[in-house]
Structure formats: C-alpha cells, structure tokens
C-alpha cells in the first residue's frame, strides 16, 4: 500500500497531493505488524501539527525532536513535506535545522526537494554563512542531472565566499557533482585550482580530497601550492590531514629522487693510484648526489614529524606510511614508537596498524627490535590479534632473542583457543626453518608436543614436523618411526595424511615399519577420508616399488578397493598407479620410470610469512588491509631517476612586493627588506622555517633551505663546506659593487641619522654578522642547487638574497628605514667575531625600539648560584668498576655558544687500571650536538679524574643517549638535563624587564597560584629557592611583594622572565613569560612544587 501511495506522489505534480500521498503512507502503511501496537504514529502526527502551527516555539521544539529521531537511526522521511514547508522561515535556529534534516533526506525525496530549489537558491545570498552552507550542502545532495548547471553554478559562487567554512563545503559538493556527471571534469578542475590557493587550514584538507577524487593525475595543480600545504599541515583538522599526507606522498615519489641510495655510495671512495686530481675529483661530484636531499623534501618530512604525537590513529598511521615510503631509511625509525602506542587503541585500530608493522618487520627488523615486548600476546587479545602478534615476532626473531621468543611460545601452545595454538605451532616451524641453529630445540620441542592431550595440537604439529623433515630426512629416522606409532591415535585427516606421506617418502629409511603400516591402513582403508586414502594409494605404489616381495598383495588389495570408491579422484588415482607401476602388456613407456616418478627428491616447503607479497600495496590503504587491489586505489609510482626541475613550486616574492607597495623603486625594496625581517622573525620565535614561508609567500628554494636552522640538514651543510665558501665568495663581490652603486646614490643622509644608526650598528654588528654569515652560507649551498637558466633570473636570485643579507647584518627597526644604512655597510665577507652578547632572537625580540631613546643592556650575567648536585651517570656495578657521575658547571660551555658545559667525573673502584677510556656510538635526537671529552688513556686503580663536555640539547629536555668506553667495554649512558639548566642568566633593568613582558604575553604567558607560609616568601628564602632549580640572574625590583628573575635559553637565546608577585595571605602568584613554551610550562611545573613546600 505504501509503495503505491508513493507511485502516486511521483505522479501527482502538486504539493498538497504531494502531502496528501505522504499522509497517506504514514497513516496506512505502519511499519510492520508492531507498528499498530506503537506510538510512533501518534508522535509524527503531533509533530506534523506543531510544524504546521504559527508558533515559532513550537516549530523548533518539533525540529530539535525530529533531529534527534535522525541522531537515533530512526526514519523520519514520512515528515519531508511539512519539514520543507518551513525551509523559508525567518528563524534562524529553525532554518539550521530544517537545513540538516534536508541534508540528510533530499538525495531519498528528491521530487519533493526539487519543489524547493529556488528557495535553496535564494538561501544561497543568505547573510549567515551557516545558512549558505547549508543550502549548498542540500542542493548537491538532490542527485537529479537536471540540476547540474545550477549545482555548477552554486560551486563558482561559493568557493570565491569570504567565509572558510562555505569554501569548504563548495569542495565537498565538487566530489558529488563530479560523481553525478563527470562531463563536467574539466569546470571543477578550474574551482578546485583556485580553492588549492586558499590559504585557510578549513579547506585545506577538503579541497585536497576533491583533487584526489577528480583529477589526481594532475600533479602540475600542486606544484606552486606544496609549500603552503606542508606549513599548513600541522594546522588542518585530522581528517584533512590523512588525505594531505596521502596525497604528498605520492607526489613526493614523482618530484624528488631516491633518498635510500646512501649505502650504494659508501664503497670505493679510495682513489686510484695513476688518477688524477681532476678525474677524482669529478667521481666525488657524482658520489654527492645522491646525498644532497631536496629542501622540500626535506621541509615534507619535517613538518609531518610533530603529528605522529596526534592522537588520531588514522593520522598516525598516515605520517608512518609517509615516512616509511619516502624518508631515508636511517630516519623511518622514528616512526616505530608511535606505532606501538596505537596498540593501546581498540582492536580493529589495533587490527590495522599490526597489519602494517607486519609488512615492515619483513623489511627493517632492526625498527621494532626494542619493542618485543609490546608483541607479546595477551589472555584478553581476540584470535585475529594474537596472530598478527605471532606473525611480527616471528619476523623479529634472531639468535639474539630466539630462546626468549620459544619460551613464549611455549606458553602460547597451551592456550584454549586451539586456532591460536595452531598457529603458534606453526610459527615455531618458521622460526625453525629460518634460524639454523634452533632447528633441532625447535624439532625435538614439537616432537614432545605429538604426546599432548589435545588432538589439534597434535596434528598441527605432525605437518609442521613433516615440513622440517623434508629439509633433512636422513638424520631423523626415529621421529619418523614415533609418529608411525601415532597412526592409531590421531585421527585429524591432515595429520594421517602427513605422517603416511612422510612413511612414504622414506620407506627405505624404515624398511619393517612401513609394511606394517600400510597393514593397518589397508583394514580401514573404506572408513578413512579422502586425504588419507590418497596418501594411502601412493604408500601402496612407493612400497611395490621398492619392497614388492612385502607389499605386493597388500598394493592389489588397497588398489581394487580404490577402484570402487565413491570419490572419482581416488578412482581415477588408482587407475593411474595400477597402469604406472603394474606391468601388463598394455603399460607404456613410462612404467619403466615409475620409481623415478614416485620416489623422486621433492623441494623442501618454503615457509614464508603472508605478508611478503603486500610491500607493494601502500601502507595504510584498504588495499594493503585486503591485499588486492581496491576500486579507487592510486598506486605510488617509481622514484625518478633524475629529479625535475625544483623551480616549478618557487612562487614569486618580488611581484608580490610590487603589488603591495607601487609607489616607487625605494619603496619597493623597503618593503621588500621588510617582507624578509618579518620571515626571520618567524624563524627565530619558532625555530622552524615553515612558518615564514607560509606567512610571507616566499616559497623559494633558498629561503626553504636557510630556514632549516641546522637542525636537520647540518650534515649535508658541512659536507659541502668547501662549495658554500666558494659562493659566498662570489656573492659577496656582487654585494660590494651593488654597494658602491647605493652609496653613491645615498649621500644627501642628514649626519645625526648616521650618526644614531652608527651607534646602533656597533651594538649589534657582531651578533648580526654571525647571524647573515650563517644565513648567507645556506643560502649561496642552496642557490648552487637550483642553478637558475637565464641571466634575468640569476640576476633576480642574487638581488634577493643580497637585500636578506643585508637586512640580517642590520638592526630591525621600525622608525628608520632600512635602506639608509646601506652607507656604513661594513666588509661583505663574513668575520669571525668572538662570542656576540646579544643571539639573533633576541635582536629579533628589540625590533620595536626607538633608536632615538636611550637603548636597553642586556647581557649574560655570572651564575648567582651553582648547585652541588651530581647525577649518576654510571654505576659502578653496571661499569664493572668503572664510576661516571656528572653536573652542571653553569659556565658558558668553551666548545660552542649553543652548548650546556658538563663536568663528568670518572672514578676507577677496581684493583687494577681502566685503559682507553672515551666516547663511543652517540644516539642523539635529530639537531642535537655533542663535543665530546679527549680520550683518557689510563685511569690508575681508586683513580679520579674530571673532564668537560658540550651537548646542544636544541632547547629541549630530551635525552643524550652515547656509549661511554673502556679498551673492553661499552656501557650505554644517557644524559637528560634539567629544564634550568638549559639557561643562561641574565642582567637586566627593571624597565627593560616590563618591557620584554608587556611583548611575551598570551600563548607565551603561563602562570600558577602558590600557597605557602609567610616564611617562606621574605626575599632571600625565594631567591635561594628559585636560582636552586634554574639557572637565572635576579633583575632589581622597585617593589617589595614582586621579585623578578631573568634568563635566556642556551640554544636559541630566547628569553625567559620569572616574576614572584606576593599576594595578601599567604599566597604568591608565579609567572613565566617566554617564546618557548614548552620549556616555561615545564619551569613552572618545577618551580610550583619548590616555592610552596618549608
């Protein structure tokens, strides 16, 4: 009946039938025999009378409950007439959701919603940028083609919207129109080229989605937007970032070369006797290459690095497929931790990601290694899990760990769930067959396992013996004749079948056994299962033909039983092997080579993992998952050969700059110069260059490469010194001509301006050139890489890096113009300068003063406290003899001005003396430094001698892992340093002190409430307490309740403000105010516990 109505609303073409037909449906038709006896009905009228009332109370109370019928999976689609009605209301809270309830019901009705277009249409000009989504979000929910011109249309209007969020729904409907009529291919693209554009991390990940659904063939639409996307990444809600990451590493396989040929390149670097210099030289060239990685691969796999601490599995999973296909293979270890913490998820995440680690421990063991442990099997885990747990320690075993891993398996036999015991038994014959010298514990353990109570035990271990036999028969003749003896017992078809083949295969090793058996086979020979008969017949035939004068009667017996059998495969087995191996005058020419055929030397079963073939499949995809190729799945292509041309995704700076500012030429390279500051700005606050390319639009080859700090291209950096000398050479004799042309040019400056900028240089000349010699030498590295084709364009390239180096040897200020102190420019060349006072960051931090007030000191003050404590660094017993304690000097480290100085202390505790005692492998974090101590030769017996070392721990409080050495011995050490003393103190005025705080507000701002007794907060008691903890200089206070204390960081000066205002009571409130706000939050929480105990 209710089909019929509805056939009926089809044709009707009025809204009141309309209606009338749906009220029909929903009065006549209840949904099944129950419906009589529910209040659904009852329901769904009221709420039709309340949608229909005047009252907008009510209509919304009816909305809200029709919503949540939605929310419950219960089907509202009977009320799509009087919701529709209401689609042109003027409140708002009603429109929204009579917009979601048509989201979700007009592909269903599609008649009926196509009633309503023009008022979509209208909805579209709506004031309320939710409303415009919304409508949108209806219009290309309607899949009829007929409104494609106007679902075409809607998309323009929409993607150029001043709002993100109706940006982001004009990609979504880009994917359903394209679904609906793919015609319109070549118009979408057009939209999602300019959406690509769109600088909002909300239609970020929503246009890339549409890319990949529409035209992911066209690698070229990403090209100028790579940059942009990879600094945008971090920042894209979870879901666009999986579909980015997938998306970029595809384009990464096509754009960049290679980064696993490293190891190829480390042989043959000896040279050869009768070579030239030249002709070495020139095969050092091609060696490099494959070293030096492109900045922007490099800036992919830098940004990606923070989400691996996402707590989105799905994009934990993404940055680890990521890493694994395009990183090089010494940095794809990172990725294994955060895998393994994703095995606390849920089963079906759990699922997933033991699926992918199993393809990866095939390939790199060495990854999961230190997290055995975390693949032992649990009670509680689901078969399915504990079998891709067997599967990945399978794959990890070595002599190494292999007794620890069979002990487990052990237990693992033992288990109920006979399905999981099985397959651990079939591990052990894995790790058997690939670890030569367990074979035999392996052998003889599954042996003892044929007496276990348990049947499936049993039989899973006769096949798996079977195979290990099949490597090397003839050493174990006994095994063969004890599961001979199991034939009565066992009854599993596969296990019979396995030992009678095995009987079979070395009949002549058992020469009385096997005859008996084939007795005893042929009683129950009717009674047995089709498996087993045929293993029977083919232990008839191997016995005729070597023990026929035993045999012979028994073949004919079990032959002629065959013969009659209900299975036509056994019939037709016998009627083979009668004609094979009994001669009769009708036997042809094979019968002779009976014996070859059946006792031939069979290969020994290769057991390999399921896993090996699915390496091909992207990691992560449901193809992987399924291992078969899944409807939609874009395959990840071959790494170039040669890589293509990088300057396709260089976006141009300069024209930008003339759009900005076309007042004139000075104006321009002002703003220009201006353009950059902000940028270094950037980089200094947040040690990343990522941020000011984004910010800036200067997506340059050579800006990318100036931005990475040293952090992880410091290698490649030093490998290539010598090229980087020559450049900055080259560069700085361009710089000295363009110079003399300014200053030419410049000479009408008033003498009081020079004057102050004179000044203001001498203060900052020597941190400022450390900071352009640094910048100049990336910059020279990486335009040799780029080498641009024409002159105009070199040209271009040289002006802009000579306007960044210039800005950077100058001081940033906002009232003078950066362009007249081009007149005392000093000496182009970089100059080794002592120790600047003052770091890059904090120049960056004084941008805003007025040179023509008198300018703030800030300068790193003596320690005003140095703690006493050591740290064990090595204990005696785990040395064997041999004692390491360290601490924290607070002295500026003599090895370099980023380094924190520590002082070990090596004690000999033994009888006798400890030779060559030095630093080993390091295992430091990507950018951390360390400048290690001198060997020590010998340490006599009770003997103590202290040394120094360097660490640049990047600002953070992340672990030194090395290995401290004897002649014999190495003991793995580590060193993880206390937030305070990553600091240096520093001297400062009060005034300068509320100045820098009135800067470091905000997000860089953390402060907590401290309660205390009042004897705990008189001046000295809070001074004492606080230079403990941190390594900070007190900075002199007009008030008595607030004490104030100042640093810097040691790595990248940043500074960091400790204020201690007393409150009334008993209270004090701490502040912190710094640029890095990880270390100030950690501070506090060190600081808080310190100040409030006696």
């Known amino acids: 009946?209710?089909?019929?109505?509805?056939?009926?609303?089809?044709?009707?073409?009025?809204?009141?039938?309309?209606?009338?037909?749906q009220e029909a449906t929903s009065t006549i038709s209840p949904s099944g025999a129950f419906g009589l006896f529910s209040s659904d009905l009852k329901k769904n009228e009221d709420l039709k009378q309340m949608l229909e009332s005047n009252k907008d109370s009510a209509k919304l109370d009816a909305m809200k409950r029709i919503v949540g019928m939605i929310a419950k999976g219960k089907n509202a689609s009977e009320l799509f007439p009087a919701v529709v009605k209401n689609v042109a209301s003027k409140n708002i809270e009603i429109k929204k959701l009579v917009y979601v309830y048509l989201v979700r019901y007009?592909?269903?009705?599609?008649?009926?919603a196509l009633l309503s277009i023009s008022t979509f249409q209208r909805a579209l000009k709506d004031p309320n940028q939710l409303i415009r989504a919304s409508a949108l979000r209806v219009l290309s929910s309607i899949r009829v083609p007929i409104i494609v011109p106007i679902m075409m249309l809607a998309i323009k209007e929409a993607s150029a919207d001043l709002s993100p969020y109706v940006r982001k729904n004009a990609a979504h409907a880009i994917q359903k129109l394209y679904s609906l009529d793919p015609e319109q291919k070549e118009m979408l693209i057009e939209v999602i080229e300019k959406l690509l554009k769109d600088k909002s991390t909300?239609?970020?990940?929503?246009?890339?989605?549409?890319?990949?659904?529409?035209?992911?063939?066209?690698?070229?639409?990403?090209?100028?937007?790579?940059?942009?996307?990879?600094?945008?990444?971090?920042?894209?809600?979870?879901?666009?970032?999986?579909?980015?990451?997938?998306?970029?590493?595809?384009?990464?396989?096509?754009?960049?070369?290679?980064?696993?040929?490293?190891?190829?390149?480390?042989e043959d670097n000896g040279k050869n006797f009768y070579e030239s210099d030249d002709d070495q030289k020139e095969k050092t060239d091609k060696r490099k290459k494959p070293y030096t990685m492109d900045p922007d691969h490099r800036l992919l796999i830098r940004n990606t690095k923070p989400l691996l601490q996402s707590r989105n599995a799905a994009v934990v999973m993404a940055v680890a497929q990521l890493y694994w296909h395009i990183s090089p293979k010494s940095e794809a270890g990172i990725i294994s931790k955060s895998l393994v913490r994703l095995l606390r998820s849920n089963r079906e995440v759990q699922y997933i990601v033991l699926q992918n680690i199993a393809t990866m421990s095939i390939q790199r063991k060495g990854m999961f290694e230190p997290y055995l442990k975390s693949f032992y099997v649990r009670s509680t885990d689901p078969t399915m899990i504990k079998t891709l747990k067997l599967e990945i320690l399978t794959n990890l075993a070595n002599e190494a760990n292999i007794s620890i891993l069979l002990r487990e398996f052990q237990t693992y036999v033992k288990s109920q769930d006979k399905q999981f015991a099985a397959a651990t038994i079939q591990t052990i014959g894995r790790c058997a067959t690939n670890i030569l010298e367990v074979t035999d514990t392996c052998l003889n353990g599954l042996v003892c396992l044929l007496s276990n109570r348990d049947e499936i035990v049993v039989a899973e271990s006769v096949v798996v013996i079977k195979k290990l036999l099949q490597m090397q028969p003839a050493q174990h003749g006994e095994i063969i004749k004890h599961m001979?003896?199991?034939?009565?017992?066992?009854?599993?078809?596969?296990?019979?079948?396995?030992?009678?083949?095995?009987?079979?295969?070395?009949?002549?090793?058992?020469?009385?056994?096997?005859?008996?058996?084939?007795?005893?086979?042929?009683?129950?020979?009717?009674?047995?299962?089709?498996?087993?008969?045929?293993?029977?017949?083919?232990?008839?035939?191997?016995?005729?033909?070597?023990?026929?004068?035993?045999?012979?009667?028994?073949?004919?017996?079990?032959?002629n039983l065959g013969k009659y059998d209900q299975n036509y495969d056994i019939r037709d087995r016998t009627r083979f092997i009668r004609q094979l191996i009994v001669p009769n005058e009708k036997s042809g020419a094979l019968s002779k080579y009976a014996k070859k055929i059946f006792l031939a030397q069979k290969p020994a079963p290769l057991l390999e993992s399921p896993f090996k073939d699915r390496d091909h499949f992207q990691l992560g995809t449901l193809s992987h998952t399924l291992n078969i190729k899944a409807t939609g799945y874009l395959e990840l292509s071959n790494w170039p050969e040669v890589a293509p041309d990088p300057s396709v995704r260089n976006v141009e700076v300069i024209e930008l700059a003339k759009e900005w500012t076309p007042a004139g030429k000075a104006k321009q390279e002002n703003s220009a110069k201006k353009l950059y500051s902000e940028s270094e700005e950037e980089e200094d606050s947040s040690d990343s260059s990522s941020d000011s390319e984004?910010?800036?639009?200067?997506?340059?080859?050579?800006?990318?490469?100036?931005?990475?700090?040293?952090?992880?291209?410091?290698?490649?950096?030093?490998?290539?010194?010598?090229?980087?000398?020559?450049?900055s050479e080259r560069e700085s004799g361009l710089e000295n001509k363009r110079t003399a042309k300014r200053n030419s040019k410049a000479k009408g400056k008033s003498d009081s301006e020079d004057g102050e900028k004179e000044n203001e240089k001498s203060k900052t000349s020597r941190s400022s050139n450390d900071e352009s010699s640094s910048i100049e030498d990336s910059s020279s590295d990486s335009e040799s890489e780029s080498e641009p084709e024409s002159e105009s364009e070199s040209r271009r390239v040289t002006k802009e890096k000579e306007k960044k180096t210039k800005q950077d040897r100058t001081p940033l200020t906002k009232d003078v113009s950066l362009l007249d102190l081009d007149d005392f420019n000093p000496v182009s060349?970089?100059?080794?300068?002592?120790?600047?006072?003052?770091?890059?960051?904090?120049?960056?931090?004084?941008?805003?003063?007025?040179?023509?007030?008198?300018?703030?000191?800030?300068?790193?003050?003596?320690?005003?406290f140095v703690p006493t404590k050591t740290h064990v660094l090595l204990h005696r017993m785990?040395?064997?003899?041999?004692?390491?304690?360290?601490f924290f000097p607070r002295q500026p480290c003599i090895f370099g001005d980023k380094m924190v100085s520590i002082q070990i202390t090596l004690n000999n505790t033994t009888d006798r003396k400890i030779e060559n005692i030095h630093i080993g492998e390091k295992k430091l974090p990507i950018g951390m430094k360390m400048h290690v101590f001198n060997p020590i030769d010998s340490l006599e017996p009770e003997g103590s001698i202290t040394v120094s070392m360097g660490i640049d721990f990047c600002d953070s409080t992340q672990t030194a892992s090395f290995q401290l050495?004897?002649?014999?011995?190495?003991?793995?050490?580590?060193?993880?340093?206390?937030?305070?003393?990553?600091?240096?103190?520093?001297?400062?005025?009060?005034?300068?002190?509320?100045?820098?705080?009135?800067?470091?507000t905000g997000m860089n701002e953390t402060s907590a409430v401290i309660i205390a007794a009042p004897q705990n907060f008189t001046p000295s008691v809070i001074f004492q307490k606080v230079v403990n903890v941190a390594n900070v200089g007190a900075v002199p206070s007009g008030q008595d309740n607030v004490h104030r204390f100042a640093a810097k960081t040691v790595h990248s000066g940043s500074l960091m403000l400790v204020t201690v205002e007393l409150k009334e009571g008993s209270t004090a409130q701490l502040i912190i105010n710094t640029e890095k706000t990880v270390i100030g939050s950690v501070l506090l929480r060190e600081l808080k516990p310190v100040l409030s105990q006696g």
Not at 705 to 725: A, I, L, P, V
């Open 1 to 21: 009946m209710s089909s019929n109505s509805f056939s009926y609303n089809e044709q009707s073409g009025g809204g009141e039938a309309t209606e009338l037909g």
């Open 106 to 112: 007009a592909e269903e009705q599609q008649d009926l």
């Open 202 to 266: 909300l239609v970020a990940g929503s246009v890339v989605m549409a890319f990949e659904e529409v035209c992911p063939d066209r690698i070229d639409l990403i090209h100028k937007n790579y940059r942009k996307l990879c600094n945008l990444l971090v920042d894209v809600e979870e879901w666009g970032q999986v579909v980015i990451i997938h998306m970029l590493t595809r384009y990464a396989r096509t754009q960049f070369v290679s980064p696993w040929k490293e190891g190829d390149e480390l």
């Open 484 to 559: 001979a003896k199991l034939l009565d017992s066992i009854t599993v078809p596969v296990a019979r079948a396995s030992i009678l083949w095995l009987i079979g295969e070395n009949c002549e090793r058992v020469p009385k056994i096997a005859p008996d058996v084939l007795r005893k086979m042929a009683k129950s020979f009717t009674s047995e299962d089709d498996l087993v008969k045929l293993q029977i017949l083919n232990l008839g035939a191997k016995l005729y033909l070597t023990n026929s004068k035993q045999t012979k009667l028994l073949t004919q017996y079990i032959l």
């Open 694 to 727: 984004s910010e800036s639009g200067s997506e340059s080859v050579e800006q990318g490469e100036s931005g990475e700090e040293g952090d992880s291209n410091e290698d490649s950096s030093e490998d290539s010194s010598s090229e980087q000398d020559s450049e």
């Open 829 to 864: 060349t970089p100059v080794a300068l002592p120790t600047p006072a003052l770091s890059p960051s904090l120049m960056a931090d004084l941008e805003g003063l007025n040179l023509s007030t008198s300018s703030s000191v800030i300068s790193v003050s003596t320690p005003a």
């Open 878 to 886: 785990s040395g064997k003899g041999l004692a390491a304690h360290y």
């Open 965 to 1000: 050495c004897t002649k014999d011995d190495c003991f793995s050490v580590n060193i993880q340093p206390p937030v305070g003393e990553l600091l240096l103190p520093v001297a400062m005025s009060e005034k300068d002190f509320k100045k820098e705080q009135g800067v470091l």
